[in-house]
């Protein structure tokens, strides 16, 4: 696929080393001849790595802190996600995350391990850490979802506290939103938050987490991708892992992250397999991609990294080699096709 292959990078030195003009690598990972310029990487394969949707980098430095001290990748993800759902600053997950148009708080999460291993929890209400409630899913029951009221249930039965999620902000934000709203559920094309994370260890293995409170001012009872399990969030250890963020509907039309995982299973790098996911959901017929975002970031099994969404803002954050960075790139597929 011929690209125009700039990004825009809060830390280029990591980036790329560039002879030629001043362009760097979307997809930091190979040597290449690109238009007359070799692009040589020079931050491939190094081990730990951790990537992370957004502008998260306190989360990528509590999973590289576990990483680096040789934890593994799950425990990783899972620390990872728990900074975000502990930030009251964050609306979009755990405590603090904007509620349904009832005034819920509701919050969906999964996480998925090394030998395939995954759990979830779905419309998780009273429960700030619902990242470790997915966690105990997968590992201390025989089931890979729980929903609703049994799943906060499981959560009270295996020790976590029940708190109130909504904070002064996120009502005061649903009460005004009430009063101007025409019952449209907001998607914001600029800021989202859900967090979507994804480690290798210094083992090579491979873990994924999500967590988000969804849709600001969704319909009650309404449940993302974010808690399917090949939707937002999939892991293969012999391939490599890809998670989603934005409007949820669109990615599970999709099937986005498995999708993105077997696209590299046929030879695609992660940067190929984002960009494929993304153009199946605007090159769908009667697709109206304009009023929507949906971001992917990827990495495969040796540690190579990709990022692509519809419209401009996306960001991934990328802790690897000492460097914990956002990375914002002028890549996305409205600048390739308008
Ligand atoms: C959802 N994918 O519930 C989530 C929302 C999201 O950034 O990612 N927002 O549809």
Redesign the pocket.
Known sequence: MKRRNFIKNAALTSAGLVIGNSLTSCNNSESKEENNETIVSTDEEKLPLVIA??HVKNATARAMEILQSGGTSLDAVEQGCMVEEADIKNS?VGKGGLPDRDGNVTL?ACIMDKHGNCGSVIYLQSITHAVSVARKVMEDTPHVMLAGEGAKQFAISQGFKEEDLLTETSKKAWEDWKIKSEYKPI?NIEN???IGMLAIDKNGDIAGACT?S??AYKMQGRV???PIIGS?LFIDNDIGGCV??????E?VKTVGSFLVVELMRQGKSPQEACEEAISRIVNKPNSNYKDFQVGYIAVNKKGETGSYSIHQWFSMTKFQDGINEQIQSDFYYEAENS
């Open positions: 949707t957004w979009s969906d998607i989202h938050d859900t988000t969804g849709l993302g991708d974010s937002g989603a963020t934005g409007l949820g509907e990615v």
